[in-house]
């Protein structure tokens, strides 16, 4: 099995789990801002393992079998239980929150499921994808500042039962190439420098 992690992008996706485990740890212990910003380089790791993956020459057929099950378990992991663990937290265990983060791990599970299964039929994701997950917990935690904090964790436990319903509706999504990449890079990389240092102070 850990011959599997030699291959260039299962190490990858194998880093952004770790990276999503350190951000769980963060959230713990009450330091959401920071644990939002190492998640969102576990996401930059989801996207760079299948370009890696797809550069590697002469990969075995079942090693990238492995790493495309592996990949769906980091998202589940970076995209459903560390938003879920991040609402209760900020929820103090409010009946909301937790039912917010059920849902949406349930959502997460069921639509990754689904994906290895059906895959994209003619190049676009049925259901929005579950790592949407991260860049809306980070756009919610950047604004948090400007919201009372009467009701930021139902705020946030509302977006995450929209996102989840919209994880398993029949929306065709198309995937991210080209431009997006940059995109989604820059947004990773600006909106983690920003959650950090507000974290840390």
């Known amino acids: 099995m850990l011959r599997q992690l030699v291959d260039p992008a299962n190490a990858v996706t194998v880093t952004g789990l770790a990276l999503s485990t350190v951000g769980i740890k963060y959230a713990t212990v009450g330091r959401s801002e920071i644990g939002v910003a190492v998640v969102l380089w576990a996401l930059l790791a989801d996207h760079l393992d299948g370009v890696v993956a797809k550069r590697t020459q002469h990969r075995p057929a079942e090693t990238g079998q492995v790493g495309k099950n592996l990949d769906s378990l980091a998202d589940l992991v970076s995209a459903g239980v560390f938003p879920a663990v991040t609402s209760i937290i900020v929820g103090h265990g409010s009946t909301i929150s937790v039912a917010a983060g059920t849902v949406l791990v349930v959502a997460s599970a069921l639509r990754l499921s689904y994906f290895n299964v059906f895959g994209s039929p003619n190049g676009r994701f ?76």
């Not at 579950?130 to 946030?156: K, S, W």
């Open 126 to 201: 049925i259901g929005v994808p579950t790592t949407y997950a991260v860049p809306l917990t980070a756009i919610i935690f950047l604004l948090r500042p400007h919201i009372p904090e009467a009701i930021f964790p139902n705020l946030f436990a509302f977006a995450l039962v929209v996102l989840a319903v919209l994880h398993i509706a029949p929306v065709r999504v198309p995937k991210t190439v080209g431009l997006m990449y940059l995109v989604v890079t820059a947004f990773c990389v600006g909106a983690s420098v920003v959650l950090a240092m507000r974290g840390f102070a």
